[in-house]
Structure formats: C-alpha cells, structure tokens
C-alpha cells in the first residue's frame, strides 16, 4: 500500500503529466478522478489509508475545475468522521498564463486540507527569478504553496515545460520526506 497517493482531475493530459511527476517523486499512488467528477470505492480506501494525499487540478476560471470540486464535497464522509485528520498534504495546478489565477486553486487546496484538519507542505523551492533565470528552470512559475505549471494553451501535454515537471518531482519529494518523518 502506497503511503503517498496523488489524487487528481485532468481535463487535457498537460495536469495529467504533472500528477506523473510528482507521483514519481513521492512513489505515490496515483488517482484520477474522471471526467464525471468520481473515484471508485478502492480508490476512497487508497485515500483513508494513505498517510499523505496531494491534490491536482488544473486552474478552470480561477479555482479547480468541477470534477475536482465533485470530488471535494464527496469527501465530507471522511470530513465527518476526520478520517483524514493528521495526514500530510499538498497540492498542485496547471493554467495556460503564467499567472492564470493558480493561486486561487492552490488556495482552495489548502482550506480543503485545513478542513480536514490535515498538516500542508509547501514546496520549500526558491524561485527562479533572477536575470539568468530561464523557463526551464525549477521553480521558474514561483509558488511556494504548491506546485504550479504553465502550459500555453496551443500545447499539446506532451510539450509540458521541463523546470514544471522538475518542479512537481522535487515536491513530491519534499512531501515524502515528510511522510517519512512521521
């Protein structure tokens, strides 16, 4: 059983690639929620058991897209029962603009973690925001909540940025050490 899931919505593959990546540097079981917003009962129990859960979602006019949401509510059974209490948790996103309101799904990641009383761990990245700095660089887009991409609306997901998916897997990382910890 997998310590570590990553559960997710990907409306064209680019978040899908990004869920990969951090699942590969968290050696995460990897959930996707499906395009009418649901997992199935073995995946709800993945997530019980998990000692962390990471959130992705691609940013849909400024917050996660509504299969994600879907998924959020049905999780007020574990909410109820705080089955989730004390996990560690995380989040990540994906937008077609640098700044595509990211932040705002990140956000909505950390208040579903809060409200299940969860423990959230930022990427401790530093960004790529000197001179020098180029587009392949980690932590180029900046986020120190979550993991965040950039991915021109015109691209297909196999031409996701490089520094983004290095960026995803250094999180995941970074979240399993914690797992580890505990």
Do not use: C
């Amino acid at each position: 059983m997998s310590k570590v899931v990553v559960v997710y919505h990907s409306g064209y593959g680019h978040t899908k690639k990004q869920a990969e990546a951090i699942a590969n540097g968290a050696k995460a079981a990897l959930i996707a929620i499906d395009a009418e917003g649901n997992i199935s009962e073995e995946e709800w129990q993945l997530l019980d058991n998990a000692k962390a859960i990471i959130f992705g979602s691609p940013t849909y006019m400024g917050t996660v897209s509504w299969q994600f949401k879907k998924f959020a509510d049905a999780s007020s059974k574990a909410w109820f029962t705080q089955k989730w209490k004390d996990k560690v948790f995380g989040g990540f996103t994906n937008s077609a603009t640098m700044n595509g309101d990211k932040h705002s799904t990140i956000h909505y990641f950390i208040t579903l973690a809060m409200q299940h009383s969860g423990i959230w761990v930022g990427t401790g990245l530093m960004p790529s925001n000197a001179k020098n700095a180029n587009r392949d660089d980690i932590n180029f887009v900046g986020s120190f909540a979550g993991a965040m991409m950039q991915t021109p609306s015109d691209a297909s997901s196999d031409e996701v940025n490089s520094g983004d998916l290095e960026t995803a897997r250094l999180y995941g990382q970074r979240i399993m050490t914690f797992v580890e910890k505990n």
